[in-house]
């Protein structure tokens, strides 16, 4: 049309156009026109602008909010863009198609834009126009490049008759589109209503007045109703929808993802049937299980299309990004992979960390492309960035006592199916090795810090799912990083040991020992990894096992340092502690003086393992009733902490503690009290409320409480205690059981026999199952009460008996004068009274009080007890006073 009214005005009807904008007339000039090339690409048909209903599933499930806050996108006042933005797979052509279907149902008009690339925008607005009612000389102007498109498909919507909904599909490359319509190809437009489904959020992307709106990932009952009917279960019993709702969580509630299950569960064919049994074979090999599902569920297609599927989704956008010139984004991914999918401190990913191990993938690192990157990962819905903290679970898990204002960090959070997708493709990269070495250098940088400063909390319990990931997932080929794996998480132990996450720190340590076994005897990391499971071996109660590593750790430290070597001392002093715990109190002595004596001289006094060495030489001591020498010690381990600037406060409050029940044990009380106030006073400022090291010092308390007679006080505390050590150190752990003990204990003394005597028996049989029974002073304590219930019950002479036989016991194992002994023996000159025999009562009471003046001294309250006792005796020709 444009050339014959060129002709026409020329007075020239022979003019040919050859192609390409050039024209030439009969007398061979030749015109040049550079207007637009409309020619369409080979093969390429015009795209349909009716909505896609055959991509609509049967129904949506979890979306009624989402739909909600689309309900008015067509009939808004305002005349805004809405923008539906999230990471692929979310489900965001589904909810548009739901919206185009309801707004057509309305008998308005919907236009349908796969917005792929610019050529398709374009062609897609030309139908448009027409249809809305653009002239045919409007459509040619804008066609060869005259007039813009955008504009003319805007104008004439804006004037149309009736309202209108346009939806712009899967527009993941906006500036695309934006090179080939120009900067206003997408306008809000008070006639109707405009919607965008795009991977892209960020609002510098689109326009300022856009109404931006997030899609997440469906909630637990809307993935696990999609699972139910995709698969075609009927009559689902409860236990098949928790596995379903399991499965939903498994797969991150992401539509893509739980579609596939569901359509794979349906086949009549199919290898798996049962929910279950699907994310059994996701824990089993995730990247098998969903190329399975794929492959036979339909989701490829003749056009294989890659977007709807899971393992290629994401990919496109990281493509997408390297397009841009971001290539750092897919190393970003990879690295984020290696770690749980838990909020990432941004901290952690150092710049120069990821140059020295990751330049030959993705370049050279700053701080800006590494900023860079992580803003188009958000912007694509592949990450969120936000501050984390603790959040009320925790703090009432963690830390209850305030916390200060910058508790909060920034972090990364990487959905879990991302997350696992993007492992599934480490796996397969040539660069599998520096990713997973950058992962782990990232997290030790932070080696050295001090753990013990309660006001980074907060950050470090952000970092603890982060290092199970680590030592649980690292290639078992990556042997150089086992090294590293084994230092971090050493160093982290201890922020485990101050926060009371002792079965976590078992769990680390564990799993680390059970890869360096198949290193060297003489390398440094099996040595480290094999200590520092033993020390937890023997912190959380696993007493042989810990006994039998720490013989392994020693072994391993003779081999490659010397007698008087840290490694060799600091083994030692472990094994020492091991036989006191197991009872063999001695043996203890015997290993702790050795250890002292190695270091005279040639180690400080207000060295670490030094305070350590006599701080267990004083609890060793006071278990073997020698309790002057056990004070003399722990005053010594107390002042070289006073001394020490900076002295860690953790071991500074656990080494005043054992003070507290030395002097407890020595009868004076009202000093022993004020010292724990002081200790409890430290450990709320460093500890969580349920810190063992917290529970020890109320269980003292508590103890104190008993002697004073606070029976229903004590009583309280002592099962409080019980329950909260069996929910932090487990139901056999030898704090739990002590506690359990001293329930049954007042509950003898309060007549409650049959609570008193099922209590006891459970205590009797925990020991056995967790290794204590070797423990003769704890064992032969509950038998006491074992027999004090029968004293009660009236059984006199065999309760006689069975006081004889632990008395025998006790000076055979603990001495004739060790404090527990001396009970027995109270009680068994009690026995004798109950028979009748009242001169053997009081000769035998007579001996232990003078015993007890020998132990205690005279104004120690169990010494006064047994003078009161033998007054009684001599007084007493009747009824005696202890049956009344």
Known sequence: MRIRQQAAASDNSRIYQLGNGIQVNAGRDVHVHNHANTDRPVGRTAGSLAPPVGLLPRRLYGREADLERLENVVDSPEGTVTVLHGMGGVGKTALALSVALDTRKKRRQVFWITASDGYS??????????????????????????????????????????????????????????????TGWLRSSYAGGVLVTTRVGSLEVWSNHSRMTRLAPLPESGGRDMLIDTAGFRDVSEEEREQAAQLANRLGGVPLALWLAGRYLSQPATMISRFEDYRAALDRDFPETIDRAEATSGARGSENDLRRLVMQ???????????????????????????????????????????????SYGGQWDDIVLERALNALSDLGLIDIGLEGLDDAHSDDFYRWPQPTDSEHRCVVVHPLVAEVNAAQLDRSASRTAIWAAAARCLGLLRGVWLEDPRHGSFWQLLVPHVLS???????????????????????????????????????????????????????TRFLACYTFADWAWRTSRLEEAEELSREACRLAALTHDPGSFHVLVTDSLLAAIHVERGDFATGEKLFRHVIARMDGRWPLDHPLSVQAHHHLATSLRVRGLLEAAEEEARLAVSQCERTPDFPPYTAAVVRHELGVIIWHRGRLNEAL???????????????????????????????????????????????????????????????????????????????????????????????ESGLETRHE????????????????????????????????????????HPSTLRTHFNWAIGWAQTGQLAIARSEMGRVLLARRRTFGDSHHETEEARKALGQLSKDHGRPWWRA
């Open 470 to 524: 680590l030592v649980e997932r690292f290639p078992e080929d990556c042997g150089d990083l086992l090294h590293t794996v084994t230092r971090i998480n050493a160093w982290f132990c201890e922020y485990l040991r101050v926060s009371g996450q002792y079965a976590v720190a078992l769990r680390v340590t564990e799993t680390t020992y059970a890869r360096a076994k198949r290193l060297d005897d003489h390398d440094s």
């Open 121 to 182: 925008v374009r062609e897609a607005m030309l139908q448009i126009a027409i249809r809305v009612g653009a002239t045919e000389s409007q459509v040619q102007e804008a066609s060869v490049g005259h007039t813009n498109v955008a504009d003319l498909m805007w104008e004439t919507l804006d004037v149309a008759a009736e309202p209108w909904l346009i939806v712009f599909d899967s527009a993941d490359d906006p500036k695309a589109i934006e090179e080939e319509l120009g």
């Open 674 to 768: 004020d010292i724990f106030d002081d200790v409890m006073r430290c450990q709320r400022k460093i500890m969580p409320p349920w810190h063992p090291s917290v529970l020890i010092t109320r269980f003292s308390v508590a103890s104190i409480n008993r002697i004073l007679g606070n029976d229903i006080k004590a009583l309280l505390e002592f099962k409080e205690l019980s329950l909260i050590e069996g929910d932090v150190l487990g139901e056999r752990h030898y704090s739990t059981l002590q506690s359990k003990h001293n329930v049954a204990q007042i509950l003898v003394r309060r007549g409650c026999l049959e609570a008193a005597e099922l209590l006891l028996n459970d205590i009797m049989a925990a020991r056995e």
């Open 778 to 817: 704890d064992v032969l304590a509950t038998r006491h009460e074992l027999v004090h219930i029968k004293s009660q019950r009236g059984q006199h002479v065999a309760a006689l008996g069975e006081w004889k036989k632990i008395l025998d016991e006790e000076r055979e194992h603990l001495g004739p004068d």
């Open 313 to 359: 989704t994401w990919e496109l956008s990281l493509d997408f990004l390297e397009q841009q010139g971001v290539p750092q984004a897919r190393i970003l991914m990879r690295i984020l992979s290696c770690f749980a999918s838990r909020p990432v401190p941004i901290i952690l990913l150092s710049p120069k960390v990821l140059s020295r191990t990751c330049d």
